[in-house]
């Protein structure tokens, strides 16, 4: 089975390292010579063994030539291969956070059974979601500090539950341990008669889907493109999908279509015809494109890349320097590099405190921010709610690495309209196209399709256009993509799925705009069951007339030669 990458996060002092080598020791993945060295040094200082010290040994063995540092440790069970990518520290962990740990397939949260829930346990957790690891597990250490009680394990339980509630996670176990004595490590401990889970190491063997990203779309950023003979070999490692000799290609951001013939190799014995994700390939295209570094391949009926010149993104901030307007940084996704210039700041938010802050003039060191970046060149992405690897970046400031983000949307995508996004749920609208009656051509004229705009919950919209006027407070029916929209004060205060909406009584709007003739929870429920019903265009006639307004909210206007 493949290699499964783990991050270990927490507060300081709360055991992230006693656990890590304890977890070490027990699995004999340490040199006996560290070991040694470790207890010799505890018995001449007259200090305790403490597991912690392994991590700083392993620092001092890497330099005599072992493959393994302070960031990156290996061991293994009976059932597959670990990578730890430690975080030592909190001002580290937010640097490798953006290097490392966005690659992890499972995060393990270390909270103080007598602590608590801390500030920094909160802000890891926010980030952990930030870069969108879904795999997340909490381990409420030190138990033998507070007795083993049960009642202290559900508190601590129920806390940081109830916060990463708020930030829309939900851990897979939290386990009670103690790393420094061993409990629930690698053994059940005798301790825990009142826990009936898991211990850390039988998680551990029962985190599935390290190879989840095979069967999704195609994704291969080019890395390079070497010249031999006649040759063109495009270099890069396939972050999603499945590619094969044959397979029609689309290499973004321009949308080339091709072929591909062969892929490179040097002896006969490594000659193949397939290749899928996590997998280094070079690949030989039918068509002598000029393809560079940072454009990304993928097969040409999977869901397209995005293209834009244009993001918003949420941000995450660890530059010495506040992040303003009108700056211009080095924004990386995947291979490609882009000059991004920060356009506007949208708001702020307090990763420990999740604390909104709207119009900020600047973003400063460890704040989230949403952000409009308008880019010098095109660029191909995808939103991180699809894909994270092709929807992940970060933000050099000189030679520094200054931040992190995703990109939630293309702020400027053709054909885009109006779009509400929350998530991985995008709604179209055209409730804000402008329609007027030519007088010289005497027949209705749309405008023009609304403005790219796109809306997240906690954005204001602009009620009154030249031949609209919604009220301030009212919901948005998108029946046939099935979601909904709530506004009140013209603020955006809900995004969801239909299933899940609560009528309320204030007015209804479809998706182009027109009045929804309900005005109770009963008659809003048979409206959703004879829209279901429709079966052809003579029903769905019918159904409109019975139940859309066509001018309670927009007007038809006469106008000629209307400029926009």
């Given at each position: 089975?493949?290699?499964?990458?783990?991050?270990?996060?927490?507060?300081?002092?709360?055991?992230k390292?006693?656990?890590?080598?304890?977890?070490?020791?027990?699995?004999?993945?340490?040199?006996?010579?560290?070991?040694?060295?470790?207890?010799?040094?505890?018995?001449?200082?007259?200090?305790?063994?403490?597991?912690?010290?392994?991590?700083?040994?392993?620092?001092?063995?890497?330099?005599q030539?072992?493959?393994?540092?302070?960031?990156?440790?290996?061991?293994?069970?009976?059932?597959?291969?670990?990578?730890?990518?430690?975080?030592?520290?909190?001002?580290?962990?937010?640097?490798?956070?953006?290097?490392?740990?966005?690659?992890?397939?499972?995060?393990?949260?270390?909270?103080?059974?007598?602590a608590?829930?801390?500030?920094?346990?909160?802000?890891?957790?926010?980030?952990?979601?930030?870069?969108?690891?879904k795999?997340?597990?909490?381990?409420?250490?030190?138990?033998?500090?507070?007795g083993?009680?049960e009642?202290?394990?559900?508190?601590?339980?129920?806390?940081?539950?109830?916060?990463?509630a708020?930030?829309?996670?939900?851990?897979?176990?939290?386990?009670?341990?103690?790393?420094?004595?061993?409990?629930?490590?690698?053994?059940?401990?005798?301790?825990?008669?009142?826990?009936?889970?898991?211990?850390?190491?039988?998680?551990?063997?029962?985190?599935?889907?390290?190879?989840?990203?095979?069967?999704?779309?195609?994704?291969?950023?080019?890395?390079?493109?070497?010249?031999?003979?006649?040759?063109?070999?495009?270099?890069?490692?396939?972050?999603?999908?499945?590619?094969?000799?044959?397979?029609?290609?689309?290499?973004?951001?321009?949308?080339?279509?091709?072929?591909?013939?062969?892929?490179?190799?040097?002896?006969?014995?490594?000659?193949?015809?397939?290749?899928?994700a996590?997998?280094?390939?070079?690949?030989?295209?039918?068509?002598?494109?000029?393809?560079?570094?940072?454009?990304?391949?993928?097969l040409a009926?999977?869901?397209?890349?995005?293209?834009?010149?244009?993001?918003?993104?949420?941000?995450?901030?660890?530059?010495?320097?506040?992040?303003?307007?009108?700056?211009?940084?080095?924004?990386?996704?995947a291979?490609?590099?882009?000059?991004?210039?920060?356009?506007?700041?949208?708001?702020?938010?307090?990763?420990?405190?999740l604390?909104?802050?709207?119009?900020?003039?600047?973003?400063?060191?460890?704040?989230?921010?949403?952000?409009?970046?308008?880019?010098?060149?095109?660029?191909?992405?995808?939103?991180?709610?699809?894909?994270?690897?092709?929807?992940r970046?970060?933000?050099?400031?000189?030679?520094?690495?200054?931040?992190?983000?995703?990109?939630?949307?293309?702020?400027?995508s053709q054909?885009n309209?109006?779009?509400?996004?929350?998530?991985?749920?995008?709604?179209?609208?055209?409730?804000?196209?402008?329609?007027?009656?030519?007088?010289?051509?005497?027949?209705?004229?749309?405008?023009?399709?609304?403005?790219?705009?796109?809306?997240?919950?906690?954005?204001?919209?602009?009620?009154?256009?030249?031949?609209?006027?919604?009220?301030?407070?009212?919901?948005?029916?998108?029946?046939?993509?099935?979601?909904?929209?709530?506004?009140?004060?013209?603020?955006?205060?809900?995004?969801?799925?239909?299933?899940?909406?609560?009528?309320?009584?204030?007015?209804?709007?479809?998706?182009?705009?027109?009045?929804?003739?309900?005005?109770?929870?009963?008659?809003?429920?048979?409206?959703?069951?004879?829209?279901?019903?429709?079966?052809?265009?003579?029903?769905?006639?019918?159904?409109?007339n019975?139940?859309?307004?066509?001018?309670?909210?927009?007007?038809?206007?006469?106008?000629?030669?209307?400029?926009?």
């Open positions: 089975m493949s290699e499964l990458k783990i991050v270990f996060v927490g507060h300081v002092d709360h055991g390292s006693t656990i890590i080598g304890r977890l070490l020791f027990d699995t004999k993945s340490l040199p006996q010579g560290v070991v040694d060295k470790v207890q010799r040094i505890a018995d001449e200082t007259g200090k305790n063994f403490e597991f912690a010290y392994l991590l700083d040994a392993f620092a001092e063995e890497r330099q030539g072992i493959t393994i540092d302070t960031t990156q440790l290996k061991f293994s069970t009976a059932t597959r291969d670990y990578l730890i990518i430690d975080a030592p520290g909190h001002k580290e962990f937010l640097k490798n956070m953006i290097s490392g740990a966005a690659n992890a397939n499972a995060a393990f949260l270390v909270i103080d059974a007598a608590g829930v801390r500030e920094q346990s909160r802000r890891h957790a926010y980030l952990l979601s930030l870069l969108g690891i795999k997340i597990f909490v381990l409420v250490n030190k138990m033998d500090l507070v083993y009680s009642q202290r394990f559900r508190e601590v339980a129920e806390d940081i539950k109830n916060f990463l708020t930030i829309n996670v939900t851990p897979q176990e939290i386990i009670p341990i103690s790393g420094f004595v061993g409990d629930n490590v690698t053994a059940r401990s005798k301790n825990f008669s009142w826990y009936a889970g898991d211990t850390l190491i039988d998680t551990l063997d029962k985190i599935s889907g390290i190879d989840e990203n095979v069967d999704a779309a195609l994704r291969l950023p080019i890395q390079d493109v070497y010249k031999f003979d006649e040759r063109r070999i495009i270099v890069g490692r396939i972050e999603s999908g499945r590619l094969n000799v044959g397979d029609k290609v689309q290499i973004f951001p321009d949308g080339r279509e091709t072929v591909v013939t062969a892929f490179a190799h040097w002896q006969a014995r490594d000659k193949k015809i397939s290749a899928k996590g997998e280094s390939v070079g690949i030989i295209v039918a068509d002598e494109f000029f393809n560079k570094r940072g454009e990304i391949i993928t009926n999977d869901t397209p890349l995005k293209v834009s010149s244009k993001l918003r993104a949420s941000v995450f901030w660890l530059g010495k320097n506040f992040l303003t307007v009108g700056k211009t940084y080095k924004l990386k996704l291979t490609a590099e882009v000059e991004a210039t920060v356009e506007k700041i949208i708001r702020t938010v307090d990763a420990a405190t604390e909104r802050r709207e119009n900020s003039s600047a973003l400063k060191l460890n704040d989230v921010g949403e952000i409009v970046f308008k880019l010098k060149d095109k660029l191909a992405f995808d939103e991180f709610g699809f894909f994270q690897a092709t929807g970046f970060v933000l050099v400031d000189g030679f520094d690495v200054a931040g992190g983000g995703i990109v939630l949307s293309a702020e400027n054909s309209g109006t779009t509400f996004v929350d998530g991985n749920l995008t709604l179209h609208a055209e409730l804000f196209d402008e329609f007027y009656y030519d007088v010289e051509q005497r027949k209705i004229t749309q405008v023009a399709e609304s403005k790219n705009e796109n809306y997240r919950v906690g954005d204001t919209i602009q009620t009154t256009g030249f031949s609209y006027e919604y009220p301030t407070d009212f919901d948005i029916i998108f029946l046939n993509a099935g979601g909904f929209v709530k506004i009140r004060g013209t603020k955006i205060i809900s995004i969801g799925r239909l299933e899940n909406y609560a009528f309320e009584k204030v007015p209804l709007v479809n998706s182009r705009g027109f009045g929804i003739k309900v005005n109770n929870a009963e008659s809003f429920d048979s409206f959703l069951r004879e829209f279901a019903a429709i079966e052809n265009s003579r029903a769905l006639a019918n159904f409109s019975k139940y859309f307004f066509l001018n309670q909210f927009r007007e038809l206007k006469f106008y000629f030669d209307y400029v926009i």
